[in-house]
């Protein structure tokens, strides 16, 4: 998919003349940190620990749910018992202690140089996660400096985790600009169906062990094989993006 093409079915699917793309909404686990290994490995433990068969990969699929959805949903389907919020919360508390237990998640490589490009190109940048992990959530400012300041979705912020279009449209909301202005910037088949269904141009970045096609088939305007080759990219992008019709 080159992307001429994908701009001319975005427009189609959109139904627009033209593209303005003024503000980039961003993922956090898996975009900007690499993470998802210790994520997969603290969620097999608290499945197990609680009697419920499950593999990593189950919740590499998953990434981008809030993590009470993730444990109401797996002890339901796997467990055949419903959760209270405040038992889930209890449970995504355990959760979190396994993750931390596992070591700090380093930035993702060429994360800082994707963010600096977008601010060099004037486009805003918005983080949108569906995590409520203080201990991420407070590293965006020490390990991003002057990049986010507080342009972010948390789980906190939302009712709805991806796939629903929810986080996509409060970011929109808070960069104070319609979804078609914005650049959803994704690593997760959910994630990228909640980019597609707000209405964003949605790029899939494959850098976990999903498939480029899953990314494609979840909604992905146009797919990258690593961050690297994005931040490439980016720039004749961009430009393609925000190029005047004839």
């Keep these: 998919m080159t992307p001429q093409n994908a701009i001319a079915e975005y427009l189609k699917f959109t139904g627009k003349k033209t593209i303005n793309i003024t503000t980039a909404l961003i993922d956090c686990d898996g975009i900007l940190y690499d993470s998802m290994k210790n994520h997969t490995r603290a969620w097999v433990k608290l499945m197990q620990k609680n009697g419920i068969r499950c593999t990593r990969d189950e919740f590499y699929l998953s990434e981008g749910m809030t993590g009470v959805e993730i444990i109401k949903r797996k002890f339901r389907e796997g467990a055949g018992k419903q959760v209270t ?123 976990g062990p999903i498939a480029e096609r899953e990314l494609y088939r979840a909604g992905a305007n146009l797919v990258y094989p690593n961050m690297e080759a994005f931040v490439a990219a980016l720039p004749e992008l961009l430009q393609a993006l925000n190029a005047k019709p004839e």
């Excluded at 993750?99 to 805003?124: D, R």
């Excluded at 991420?136 to 972010?152: A, K, W, Y």
């Excluded at 796939?163 to 808070?174: C, T």
């Excluded at 650049?183 to 494959?206: D, R």
């Design 85 to 207: 919020d405040d038992e889930a919360l209890a449970l995504y508390g355990v959760k979190n202690r396994y993750f931390q237990e596992l070591g700090g998640s380093p930035v993702m490589p060429h994360a800082t140089k994707m963010l600096n490009a977008l601010k060099q190109a004037g486009i805003e940048r918005v983080l949108v996660t569906g995590s409520m992990q203080p201990t991420i959530l407070e590293r965006i400012d020490q390990d991003f400096p002057n990049l986010f300041g507080d342009n972010r979705v948390t789980g906190h912020d939302t009712r709805h985790g991806k796939p629903n279009p929810e986080p996509y449209l409060v970011g929109a909301r808070k960069a104070g600009v319609e979804p078609s202005a914005c650049l959803v910037i994704e690593n997760a088949p959910l994630g990228v169906q909640a980019g597609h269904a707000a209405g964003c141009f949605t790029i899939g970045i494959t850098t």
